[in-house]
Structures are given as structure tokens and as C-alpha cells.
């Protein structure tokens, strides 16, 4: 668990700048929202090809050494392309390159927790590793604060291949033995089973964890937009309220990703002595307020203090979610499909940032401000409420 944890809060020290920053980066050479946006879809895309077939390999058993060192080259190569991107097409590959990275990346990680730790202790391992995150992503930003001081925010790509390398380094020839080997055997051994037995029982791993996957999309789609829109929202302002420059703009991201840390571990602790639905409950009011405080902030010419506060929800927001849908969709799945559990679990990620990322440079470019964005973001977490109910009623294995 100790590696796992080291690794991932490496990951997150390249992530945290880049993830966050890279929108300023390209807004700043005259890129619309719309195409910044197209760069996140393009990123999305090769996630969802990528984390489906990870999470098939891993249900065969392989190692999680081997799909976090092909990440990290992965991440390398998009960092390489983001260095030099002027073009729209350079930076497009960059965000396919860095996609596919993710989505291999994220499922084999997300799995080696179970592996390193005690059964009963997962939901506990799962909060250690989002307070890594957390801390990492926080540490990166500043990283990328720091650098945009100096002029030169695009240091956030030669940061992120730093961490990539040390991380492959670490993982080089070590073993982490699959959860699921011992069930794959088994299935090896049963050849005559029939194909319409396993396509049922793939029905009935969807319908189970429908509602998660559907309060996923929502909640990684939120996710996203902290990636993307909040920082063209600062930038350009709203209704009422001024942009500001960059280099303020990157400060303020850098609060709002400090608070991760400060409040992920004591709220993922305190979430691991309820039932995770009670996270989703609190996760989704938590977004509610947080977009609605974003969406009002437009409307006053002092609003950007209020934006800061909307920050404050937004994080609790997400130190609720992440540990919680994990550890979720962990639990519900079935041990022979917790690979494929856990892959399609990350495809959310996938697909939110297919829809959300270029439905919000259109509303920004369209609207002139993110006012709008907001406002229905809030609104559909509220709606989203009662999908809470049905994840209540499903089998927990």
C-alpha cells in the first residue's frame, strides 16, 4: 500500500498542473472555450478505448506494474507534445496522448488498493489514497502557481514528465499480484459455459451499478469542469464581475485545490463508519450549492469573493465523492467482474469529459460567461438526489 501511495501521489504532483492549468495556458494564445473544450473531448476519447481494455487485461490477471509503467510513457509523450503545442493540432495530440494515459493509469491503480490491503480495510485504503491524491494535485497547482509567476507556466509539463519517470522507476520489477487470478483460472477451466450465461451476467453487473455509473458521470463531469471551465469562468469574468489575469487566476486554483488535502482525509474517514450512499447524498448538495454560489458570483462586481466561497462546497463536493464512488463500485461488483466493475466505473470519467467539457465552451462561448453552466449544473445535482435511493436497493456482494 505504502508504493501504491507514493505512486499516486506522484501521479497527482504531474496531474495537478497540468489537468488545471493546461486551459490557461491555450487561452492565453486566443484558443476559443470550444476548442479547449474539443482537446478535453479528444483526451476522453482515448481514455474510454484505453480503460475498457485495461480493465479486461486485469480480470486475466496481469500485474498492475505493467499498465502503470505503460501510463507513465504514455503521459511522457503527451507532456512532450503539450511542451511545444501552438497549433490546435498539436495540442489536440497531446490531449489524445494524455486521455490514454488516464485510462490505463486509473483502473489498474484504483485496483491495487484492494490488493495491498486487508478486505475489511479497503474503504480506509481507498480514503488514504484520495488524501494522496488530493495532496499531490495541490502540491502540483502550486508547482504550476509558481512557475506561471515566472512566466513560464508551461514548466508544468516538465514537472509532470519528472514525476512519470520517477513513478516508472519505482514500479520496475515489482509484482503486484492480482486480486483476480484465482477466479480467472476458474474461468479458464470452464470453457463449455455457454455465451448468453456470461452476456447475463453482464446485464446483471450493468443494472447493478447503473445508479453509480449515472451519479458518476454527473459527479466526474462536475470534476471536469473544475479543469476547465472554472479557470476560463475566472479568466473572462461573468455578468457583472471582471476577469483577471492569469497568473491570479492560477492562485486561486491553487486554493481551491489546497483545501483537497486539508479536508480529504478527515472527510474520507469519517465517511468510511457510513454507508457510501451517505457520500453520494452529501456529495451531490455539496456540488449543488458550490455551482449555484459559481453561478450568482457573475452577477456582482465584488463576486469573485463569492466565487472563493463557492470553492469551499465544490471541495467538500469532491472529498465526499471520490472516495465513495470507489469504493462503491468495489463492493457491488462481483469478484470476477470487479475489473471490469472497476474499468467501467472509470469510463465515467471517460464519458464526462466527452459531454461536459464541449457543452461548456459552447454555453461560455454562446453566453459570454459561465453564469448559465452553473446554474444548470446546480439544478441537476438536485434532480440527481433520488438516484441515491436506488443504489440502497442494490445487492451489495
Avoid at 73 to 94: E, H, N, P, V
Wanted: glycine share 8%; hydrophobic share 50%; aromatic share 12%.
Amino acid at each position: 500500500m505504502r508504493i501504491i501511495t507514493i505512486c499516486r501521489f506522484l501521479a497527482s504532483i504531474g496531474a495537478g498542473g497540468v489537468l488545471y492549468l493546461t486551459p490557461l495556458i491555450f487561452n492565453d494564445l486566443s484558443f476559443s472555450a470550444t476548442e479547449i473544450g474539443i482537446g478535453f473531448v479528444a483526451a476522453a476519447f482515448a481514455g474510454t478505448i484505453t480503460r475498457f481494455s485495461t480493465g479486461v487485461f486485469l480480470d486475466k490477471g496481469i500485474s498492475f506494474s505493467l499498465p502503470l509503467r505503460i501510463a507513465g510513457i504514455l503521459a511522457i509523450t503527451a507532456d512532450l507534445f503539450l511542451l511545444i503545442a501552438s497549433t490546435k493540432q498539436i495540442y489536440f495530440i497531446g490531449e489524445f496522448f494524455l486521455g490514454a494515459a488516464a485510462g490505463i493509469y486509473w483502473p489498474s491503480v484504483e485496483l491495487a488498493i484492494p490488493t495491498c490491503c486487508d478486505k475489511n480495510n479497503s474503504n480506509k485504503g481507498f480514503a488514504l489514497a484520495r488524501s494522496a491524491d488530493a495532496l499531490g494535485i495541490t502540491t502540483g497547482a502550486l508547482i504550476g502557481s509558481i512557475a506561471a509567476s515566472f512566466n513560464y507556466i508551461r514548466f508544468i509539463y516538465i514537472n509532470e514528465a519528472i514525476c512519470m519517470l520517477i513513478l516508472i522507476s519505482i514500479v520496475q520489477g515489482i509484482s503486484f499480484k492480482s486480486l483476480f487470478q484465482s477466479s480467472n483460472k476458474q474461468k479458464n477451466h470452464r470453457k463449455e459455459e455457454r455465451l448468453y450465461t456470461k452476456r447475463k451476467e453482464l446485464n446483471d453487473l450493468l443494472k447493478l451499478i447503473a445508479p453509480i455509473l449515472i451519479l458518476s458521470i454527473l459527479s466526474t463531469g462536475i470534476l471536469s469542469l473544475m479543469q476547465i471551465a472554472l479557470q476560463l469562468d475566472i479568466a473572462n469574468g461573468g455578468i457583472y464581475r471582471p476577469g483577471i489575469n492569469g497568473k491570479w487566476t492560477t492562485w486561486i486554483i491553487s486554493f481551491q485545490l489546497t483545501l483537497l488535502p486539508l479536508i480529504q482525509w478527515p472527510i474520507g474517514y469519517w465517511l468510511t463508519k457510513r454507508n457510501f450512499i451517505y457520500g453520494f447524498k452529501i456529495s451531490l448538495l455539496s456540488f449543488s450549492l458550490g455551482c449555484l454560489l459559481l453561478s450568482l458570483s457573475s452577477l456582482f462586481s465584488n463576486g469573485i469573493f463569492l466565487l472563493i466561497i463557492a470553492l469551499i462546497p465544490i471541495s467538500i463536493g469532491i472529498a465526499s465523492y471520490l472516495p465513495t464512488g470507489t469504493e462503491a463500485i468495489f463492493k457491488v461488483s462481483p469478484i470476477k467482474y470487479k475489473g471490469l466493475g472497476m474499468a467501467l466505473y472509470s469510463q465515467t470519467f471517460g464519458i464526462s469529459f466527452l459531454i461536459f467539457p464541449l457543452v461548456a465552451g459552447k454555453l461560455i462561448d454562446s453566453q459570454g460567461n459561465a453564469m448559465l453552466l452553473w446554474l444548470i449544473i446546480s439544478f441537476t445535482c438536485i434532480v440527481a438526489y433520488p438516484i441515491t435511493n436506488y443504489i440502497e436497493r442494490t445487492r451489495i456482494i
